[in-house]
């Protein structure tokens, strides 16, 4: 499960009357951090040594390079105590909690220098804009140090992430994302993808046509067929499939089975800003919440979609706390 849905699952465990609840409640949204970096590309759809600029699609304008830090942001560093200094840098203390997270969940590797708020925050400064998130400029660099991140939007992020497809021209040596060749064309990057599967060099993706020599492909008319019968789905089913969807995707893009944020994970993630949130009793107090009301719940929506075997030994105690049937079916599963 992304850290997002975790945080905000497990803000929604707190009691109404818990101190922490108010406080946690609006750290819950996370937001990520990075900065726009300029290249010089080929223009798609074009003659591939045309020389073109390939900037965010974005309003938002981000910076490559980190920047020192104003004034304002010297003094805050040095009078405001921590809880001051996230409060006023709310968005880049989302990001920075995001950061570590990743590091447990994911096996992100955290710089010393990047541990403390304070540090990060005097290392890469403020966010330029709301809406820019932390990327790491060498996708293949697992470790978030100094030099090593950038505030940016989010069409730098995707045209960062490692699954990007590249051409190259022959004739000038330049290459392409995807995601670049897509914007100057005016399609989607899919479609562009889809053109290398079916044969099209990257001298033809790049100028986004086939070259003379390939003959026209014949145009069918398409078959004419009745109109399918509409079926009506019930309340019921389009939530099951859309729970079903939910836990797909997390399990997707997160590389692990997901599972709600439990009481001692919230505990580790907050315990340092709000100190209502430290010691056993707290931690026992929302274990018995978590265990009555929370779990059951979310274990009746998702569990139908979630492999058991692959959740950790702490999550299957939890769910066998509510379900003991699972670990029968567990067992009758290792006998077949």
């Given at each position: 499960m992304s850290k997002v849905t975790k945080c905000m699952a497990s803000v929604a465990i707190l009691a109404p009357d818990d101190p922490a609840f108010s406080q946690a409640t609006k750290h819950a949204n996370d937001v990520g951090v990075a900065a726009n970096a300029t290249y010089s590309v080929g223009e798609a759809g074009m003659a591939c040594d045309d020389a073109a600029t390939v900037i965010s699609n974005s309003d938002d304008v981000c910076c490559a390079a980190k920047k020192t830090p104003t004034e304002q942001l010297r003094h805050d560093l040095g009078f405001l105590t921590a809880m001051q200094l996230r409060s006023k840098y709310r968005g880049e203390a989302n990001s920075h909690r995001n950061m570590l997270s990743r590091e447990r969940v994911k096996g992100a590797v955290v710089h010393d220098s990047f541990r403390r708020f304070s540090d990060f925050l005097q290392h890469v400064g403020p966010k330029p804009t709301k809406s820019a998130t932390l990327d790491r400029i060498d996708n293949t660099d697992p470790e978030y140090a100094p030099g090593k991140v950038r505030w940016a939007d989010k069409y730098t992020q995707n045209r960062n992430k490692g699954d990007s497809l590249v051409f190259t021209c022959p004739t000038s040596g330049r290459s392409y994302t995807a995601g670049q060749l897509a914007k100057k064309q005016g399609v989607t990057a899919a479609a562009v993808r889809s053109r290398r599967s079916r044969g099209w060099t990257d001298a033809e993706v790049i100028a986004g046509q086939r070259s003379e020599e390939v003959p026209p492909q014949t145009v069918r008319p398409p078959a004419i067929t009745p109109p399918a019968r509409r079926v009506q789905k019930s309340t019921q089913q389009i939530l099951f499939e859309r729970n079903r969807a939910i836990i797909e995707h997390t399990r997707r893009e997160e590389g692990v089975e997901p599972f709600i944020a439990t009481p001692k994970e919230i505990q580790e993630l907050f315990e340092d800003d709000?100190?209502?949130?430290?010691?056993?009793?707290?931690?026992?107090?929302?274990?018995?919440?978590?265990?009555?009301?929370k779990l059951p719940q979310y274990w009746k929506e998702?569990?139908?979609h979630i492999n058991f075997a692959a959740l950790r030994p702490d999550q299957q105690a939890w769910v066998l706390r509510i379900d003991p049937a699972q670990g029968q079916k567990t067992e009758l599963a290792d006998r077949l």
């Open positions: 709000f100190p209502d949130m430290r010691g056993e009793e707290w931690l026992q107090r929302m274990e018995k919440a978590f265990e009555k009301r998702y569990g139908p």
